[in-house]
């Protein structure tokens, strides 16, 4: 589905490009795509074919023209990929148009590093609020930021517009912190305490579990050390599938 401005009643086009109806898993794709982009536009490449951009990608190049042809992007035969035009494409489609502003709430040991990674800026992103509940963390300076009392959530997210809140507070507070950011008219929350969040209809979540990750990881771990102590291990495995 190619990408297109709306046309009005003159049949000028006007308003913003319409946005294509994306599956899940094409979604969260694109921001690997663009992070390879980026890093052969840093290395002076004005185009890539789809085998180069699948690979710095870590997907396969089938997978990767399927997902970019959602944009309107097929690419040149012979030729590849315009990097620029794409990395407009994709940042378009992902709103990094504009660097949207982040509410972080809680900022213990996980918060406090969050505040400082320098990458989200790069990323089209810009921290403009730091809170948490403990009032001997108020008012610590953290790359460049107050910390601020989560009472004052509302009145900040309102006067810096905020887009998406973070949250990086204890299990147990997680819920409490959901429930005052959608309350400040925040719909998108990126959570990084291990619980399952409940949130109205219209309010995306995602969720940022490391246990997990790791315990995902013992388990392939886990596989892996038991195949290798069978008689023969994995090359007798092998020959016998």
Request: charged share 20%; proline share 5%.
């Amino acid at each position: 589905m190619s990408q297109h401005r709306p046309t009005g009643p003159n049949g000028r086009s006007g308003g913003v490009p319409a946005l294509p109806d994306l599956p899940e898993a094409t979604v969260a794709r694109l921001p690997e795509y663009l992070r390879a982009l980026h890093h052969i536009a840093e290395t002076g490449n004005d185009t890539i074919s789809s085998e180069g951009l699948a690979a710095a990608a870590g997907v396969n190049s089938a997978k990767l023209r399927k997902d970019l042809s959602h944009l309107g992007s097929y690419g040149t035969r012979g030729v590849g990929y315009d990097v620029a035009l794409l990395i407009d494409q994709i940042e378009f489609t992902l709103g990094l148009t504009q660097r949207r502003a982040v509410a972080l709430v809680g900022v213990g040991n996980l918060g406090h590093a969050l505040a400082g990674y320098a990458g989200f800026a790069s990323r089209g992103f810009r921290i403009a609020a730091l809170f948490d509940a403990d009032q001997a963390r108020v008012g610590e300076p953290i790359n460049g930021l107050d910390v601020r009392h989560i009472s004052e959530l509302a009145t900040v997210a309102a006067a810096e517009s905020i887009a998406i809140g973070v949250i990086a507070t204890p299990a147990a507070a997680a819920q409490d912190v959901a429930d005052a950011l959608v309350a400040a008219g925040v719909t998108s929350i990126l959570n990084f305490a291990p619980c399952v969040l409940s949130v109205p209809e219209g309010v995306d979540v995602r969720k940022v579990d490391l246990a997990i990750e790791l315990q995902i990881l013992s388990f392939h771990e886990h596989r892996k050390s038991a195949l290798t102590s069978l008689p023969g291990g994995l090359a007798e495995e092998a020959v016998g599938t």
